[in-house]
C-alpha cells in the first residue's frame, strides 16, 4: 500500500530533512520533485495543485521551531497537508441513538461491496460488541446471497435468509422489522452491483433508501478505478446521500492515488479501508497514519511505541534519573535493546539516515554482548563511578571479560554518548528524541 509514493517521498525528503537552513530554492526544488511523484502515484491533477500551493504557502518565509531543524520543520508542515488532503474528519461510524443503526452498503457490480459487509460486521461485533444482522437486496445474483450467508457463518454474524421472488426493497423493510424484534444493534445492507449509468437500478436503489432512512450509507470504491471514482460518487450521491467511503483492494494499490483524491475531489470522509482478502483484512480510515505511511514515519511512530513498553526503565529507575547516570543504568538499557530483538531489528524498522547508518556502523549486537561481559567484569564501585576507570583497571577488566582494552575503551565512550543522550530524554521525553533522530 502506498509503496510507490513512500519510496518516492523518502529519497526526497532524505535531501531536506538535515538541513540547517530552508531557502526559497530548497523548497521550490523539492515541491517540484513532489508534484512528479503525486501525478506518477496517479493523484487527481486538481489536488496535487492545491496540495503544492499550500505547501509552498505555509513554508515560504516561515519562523521555524528551535526544538527542530528547518528541514525537520517542512516535512511537518507536508504531513500536515497530506493529513488535509486524506481528509481530517471524524471517520467513525455514526450509531443510531435508537437501535439498530441501519448501514446501506452501495456502488458498482465488482467493487467488493459483499466482502466489505462480511469484514465490518465482524468488526463491529468484535470491537464495538455489537449484535449484528447480514442482509443481501440482491435479487439478481443467487450466488451474491450463497456469498453473504457463507461470510456471515464464517464470521459468526446472523443472516436474514428471505423468501423467494421479494422485491428488494420488500427484503430491506422485513429485515429492519427482524432486526427491531430481535434487539439487534446493527443492520448491514447489501444492495446489488449497478452501474451508475443503468438509470432503472439507479432509482431502484433510491426508492429503497427513500424507504428505509439509513443511519449512513457507505459507497464501496475499488482503489485501482483510478480518476473515474468521482463520476462515480457524483452519480450516486444525486440519488442517495453518500456519508463515507470505503476504499477496497488498498493492498494491490501500489500508487495511492485515489485514497489522496477522493476526499477532495468527492467531499466524502473515506470509513473504511480494505487491505487484503482475509475477513480482518479492514481498518477504520486514519488520516494521519496513512500519512506516516506515506512518509514512512510508521515504522517509526511502532518503534517508538515498543521502546516505550520495553526500555522505559521500571519506576523506582525513572525516579532514579535525578541521580547520576551510571554504569548499572547502562547495562539495564543494554539488556532491554537485547530483549527487543537487538539493534539489528531496532535499525531495520527505521528509514535509513546518515544518522542510522552511522549508528549501525558504530556498534552492533556482538558489541553489545561485550558491553555485558566488560560491565559484569567491573567492581560495584567502578560501576557507580566510570571515571576512576584509568590504564590498570581497563587491564584487570579486559582480563576478566576475555576482551581487550581497546572494547574496554569502546564501552566507555558509547557510555559517555548515551549518558548524554539520557539528559536530553529527561527534559523532553524519549518518544520526542527517537523523533528528532528523522523528522
Known amino acids: 500500500m502506498f509503496n510507490l509514493l513512500k519510496k518516492r517521498f523518502s529519497e526526497i525528503l532524505e535531501k531536506i530533512s538535515n538541513k540547517g537552513i530552508i531557502t526559497e530554492k530548497n523548497i521550490k526544488v523539492t515541491l517540484r520533485e513532489i508534484r512528479k511523484s503525486l501525478l506518477e502515484a496517479d493523484v487527481a491533477l486538481s489536488v496535487v495543485k492545491k496540495f ?26 507536508i504531513k500536515h497537508e497530506l493529513i488535509q488532503k486524506l481528509g481530517n474528519d471524524d471517520n467513525t461510524l455514526k450509531f443510531s441513538k435508537k437501535p439498530p443503526s441501519i448501514y446501506l452498503i452501495v456502488g458498482l457490480q465488482g467493487m467488493g461491496k459483499t466482502t466489505s459487509i462480511g469484514k465490518i460486521g465482524q468488526l463491529l461485533h468484535k470491537q464495538y460488541k455489537k449484535k449484528v444482522l447480514n442482509v443481501t437486496t440482491d435479487t439478481y445474483r443467487f450466488a451474491a446471497v450463497k456469498q453473504l450467508e457463507l461470510l456471515s457463518l464464517q464470521t459468526q454474524i446472523d443472516f436474514f435468509l428471505f423468501k423467494e421472488n421479494n422485491d428488494p426493497k420488500e427484503i430491506a423493510i422485513n429485515s429492519i422489522k427482524y432486526a427491531i424484534k430481535k434487539s439487534y444493534d446493527v443492520v448491514l445492507i447489501d444492495t446489488s452491483g449497478r452501474l451508475h449509468t443503468d438509470q432503472k437500478m439507479m432509482l431502484e436503489l433510491q426508492d429503497i433508501y427513500k424507504t428505509i432512512n439509513p443511519t449512513e450509507t457507505l459507497l464501496v470504491v475499488d482503489s485501482m478505478l483510478g480518476q473515474d471514482v468521482t463520476n462515480i460518487a457524483e452519480r450516486f450521491s444525486t440519488l442517495v446521500n453518500i456519508t463515507g467511503i470505503i476504499l477496497t483492494k488498498m493492498d494491490s494499490d501500489t500508487k495511492g ?54 526500555i ?17 543504568d547502562f547495562l539495564i538499557y543494554v ?79 558509547q557510555f559517555d554518548i548515551v549518558k548524554k543522550m539520557v539528559e536530553k530524554v529527561k527534559k523532553i521525553g524519549l518518544s520526542q528524541s527517537i523523533k528528532n533522530l528523522f523528522f
Not at 58 to 74: I, R
Not at 266 to 292: C, H, M, R, W, Y
Not at 342 to 362: E, F, M, V
Not at 369 to 394: D, G, L, Q
Open 335 to 413: 539488556n532491554q535493546v537485547r530483549n527487543t530483538g537487538g539493534l539489528a531489528y531496532l535499525i531495520k524498522k527505521l528509514p535509513i539516515n546518515k544518522t542510522i547508518s552511522q549508528l549501525s556502523n558504530t556498534i552492533n549486537d556482538k558489541e553489545l554482548n561485550n558491553f555485558v561481559a566488560i560491565i559484569n567484569s567491573m567492581t560495584k564501585i567502578e560501576k557507580k563511578n566510570p571515571n576512576i576507570i584509568k590504564n590498570s583497571r581497563k587491564h584487570r577488566i579486559a582480563l576478566g571479560s576475555g576482551l581487550n582494552v581497546q572494547s574496554v575503551n569502546k564501552l566507555l565512550k
Open 52 to 77: 503544492i500551493h499550500n505547501v509552498k504557502k505555509k513554508s515560504l518565509g516561515k519562523k521555524f521551531n528551535t526544538s527542530l531543524t528547518p528541514g525537520q520543520e517542512f516535512i511537518k508542515i
Open 257 to 310: 492515488g485515489v485514497a489522496l483524491s477522493i476526499k477532495e475531489l468527492t467531499q466524502k470522509p473515506i470509513k473504511f479501508v480494505g487491505n487484503g482478502e482475509k475477513l480482518d483484512a479492514i481498518e477504520i480510515f486514519n488520516s494521519q497514519k496513512i500519512a506516516n505511511r506515506i512518509l514512512g514515519m510508521e515504522d517509526i511512530f511502532s518503534l517508538i511505541k515498543e521502546i516505550e513498553n520495553k
Open 312 to 328: 522505559i526503565l521500571p519506576k523506582q529507575k525513572i525516579n532514579n534519573l535525578k541521580k547520576k547516570f551510571d554504569l548499572n
